[in-house]
């Protein structure tokens, strides 16, 4: 089957669902050939809106389609899991939105099933394909950075207050991806706490510590109860720092040539220290941390439309049956860290191991 033979079919042209269509019609590799929604006129009106799609009344009837190689799924978040099982026992692959399921053992059944079926599963973390976020990586990866020692990101707006979703579970799994991409890691412990500041059942704002075992530490910033809209990431290195501003059409990545380092002591400085100090075989204690301060670099950045780059290479994966960057097992790793921190939270927010088990694998 060659790439151009992609025939996709999309359940749900709602809110990201008529996004995904957009991106669909537009991108190489692929057809939009069906749409499916549970409101008759609007399915109807993105059908007429993309020429060559039909309209299948039914997620059932789609999946069952002898016609689609792929479907890609924008349903409930508590529907995930279902349909995605249902379009790979089907013989489908699968495009499912974030996040892949609400349950770790939801995510693990759903990969090994993919495997079985020799089907691709990937998960819509969209913002893995902005060019800004990659070329951060790269930077991190070649040392540009130097050392890290610390990330946060922050996803704060004013609504849309969500009534299936808390803030974690909505915003988190943008963030906790992001992260994950970035350092090339797990972390092995969360603290998190969450707030229902509405006086509703779902929690409005939530705030996670992440522990790596390389020392570096993670904070996230989720809520939908803010005054401004912001998604930004803080990447502090000890030679230089970086921010990467998704809201920032202009310079969505800013250089700081900024960071600490160690200055040795002079003669007498290093005398008195040490009477202080027992020094380590280390040699820190011949040393003393000075402050750092240059320029800011915007990098320029060419990047195409994440969503358009998520689709095609999820046209060419499910075309080479290569695995995807945001594959099944990424999307376990990502919902497992949201259980431990909602596991965190309920205990107030001491740090809970993160339990990583087939996922890793």
Same mark, same amino acid.
């Given at each position: 089957m060659?790439?151009?033979?992609?025939?996709i079919?999309?359940?749900?042209?709602?809110?990201?669902?008529?996004?995904?269509a957009?991106?669909?019609?537009?991108?190489?590799? /692929?057809?939009?050939?069906?749409?499916?929604?549970?409101?008759?006129?609007?399915?109807?009106?993105?059908?007429?809106?993309?020429?060559?799609?039909?309209?299948?009344?039914?997620?059932?009837?789609?999946?069952?389609?002898?016609?689609l190689?792929a479907?890609?799924?924008?349903?409930?978040?508590?529907?995930?899991?279902e349909?995605?099982?249902?379009?790979?026992?089907?013989?489908?692959?699968?495009?499912?939105?974030?996040?892949?399921?609400?349950?770790s053992?939801? /995510?693990?059944?759903? /990969?090994?099933?993919?495997?079985?079926?020799?089907?691709?599963?990937?998960?819509?973390?969209?913002?893995?394909?902005?060019?800004?976020?990659?070329?951060?990586?790269?930077?991190?990866?070649?040392?540009?950075?130097?050392?890290?020692l610390y990330?946060?990101?922050?996803?704060?707006?004013?609504?849309?207050?969500?009534?299936?979703?808390?803030?974690?579970?909505?915003?988190?799994?943008?963030?906790?991806?992001?992260l994950?991409?970035?350092?090339?890691d797990?972390?092995?412990r969360?603290?998190?706490?969450? @707030?229902?500041?509405?006086?509703?059942?779902?929690?409005?704002?939530?705030?996670?510590?992440?522990?790596?075992?390389?020392?570096?530490?993670?904070?996230?910033?989720?809520?939908?109860?803010?005054?401004?809209?912001?998604?930004? @990431?803080?990447?502090?290195?000890?030679?230089?720092?970086?921010?990467?501003?998704?809201?920032?059409?202009?310079?969505?990545?800013?250089?700081?040539?900024?960071?600490?380092?160690?200055?040795?002591?002079?003669?007498?400085?290093?005398?008195?220290?040490?009477?202080?100090?027992?020094?380590?075989?280390?040699?820190?204690?011949?040393?003393?941390?000075?402050?750092?301060?240059?320029d800011?670099?915007?990098p320029?950045?060419?990047?195409?439309?994440?969503?358009?780059?998520?689709?095609?290479h @999820?046209?060419? /994966?499910?075309?080479?049956?290569?695995?995807?960057?945001?594959?099944?097992?990424?999307?376990?790793?990502?919902?497992?860290?949201?259980?431990?921190?909602?596991?965190?939270?309920?205990?107030?927010?001491?740090?809970?191991?993160i339990?990583?088990?087939?996922?890793?694998?």
């Amino acid at each position: 089957m060659s790439k151009q033979d992609i025939r996709i079919g999309l359940a749900g042209v709602g809110y990201w669902g008529s996004k995904l269509a957009r991106n669909i019609y537009d991108a190489r590799g /692929c057809t939009l050939a069906a749409i499916s929604d549970a409101e008759a006129p609007r399915m109807e009106a993105a059908v007429e809106r993309y020429a060559g799609s039909r309209g299948i009344d039914s997620l059932e009837q789609m999946i069952s389609d002898p016609e689609l190689d792929a479907v890609v799924l924008a349903t409930p978040a508590s529907m995930h899991a279902e349909h995605a099982r249902a379009a790979l026992e089907a013989g489908k692959h699968v495009l499912v939105e974030k996040p892949l399921a609400l349950t770790s053992r939801d /995510c693990d059944e759903l /990969c090994e099933l993919a495997a079985s079926q020799e089907r691709v599963l990937m998960v819509g973390h969209t913002f893995i394909y902005s060019e800004p976020v990659r070329m951060l990586r790269w930077m991190i990866e070649n040392g540009e950075l130097g050392d890290l020692l610390y990330v946060y990101g922050q996803r704060l707006n004013l609504g849309v207050i969500r009534e299936d979703l808390n803030a974690l579970w909505n915003f988190g799994p943008h963030d906790i991806s992001i992260l994950l991409y970035l350092l090339d890691d797990v972390p092995t412990r969360v603290s998190a706490r969450q @707030f229902s500041l509405l006086n509703r059942k779902l929690e409005d704002v939530a705030f996670l510590v992440l522990e790596f075992s390389n020392g570096v530490v993670g904070h996230i910033h989720d809520s939908w109860l803010d005054p401004r809209k912001v998604r930004e @990431f803080t990447v502090v290195g000890q030679s230089k720092m970086a921010v990467y501003d998704d809201t920032d059409v202009e310079s969505p990545l800013r250089v700081y040539d900024k960071g600490v380092v160690p200055m040795p002591f002079g003669e007498d400085e290093t005398r008195r220290f040490s009477s202080l100090v027992q020094s380590e075989s280390d040699g820190y204690g011949e040393f003393k941390l000075e402050v750092r301060a240059g320029d800011m670099l915007a990098p320029r950045v060419n990047g195409r439309e994440p969503l358009r780059v998520e689709i095609e290479h @999820f046209a060419d /994966c499910a075309a080479s049956g290569t695995t995807p960057l945001t594959d099944g097992v990424h999307g376990g790793k990502v919902v497992r860290i949201l259980e431990a921190a909602d596991r965190s939270a309920r205990e107030g927010g001491v740090a809970v191991d993160i339990e990583l088990s087939r996922q890793v694998a």
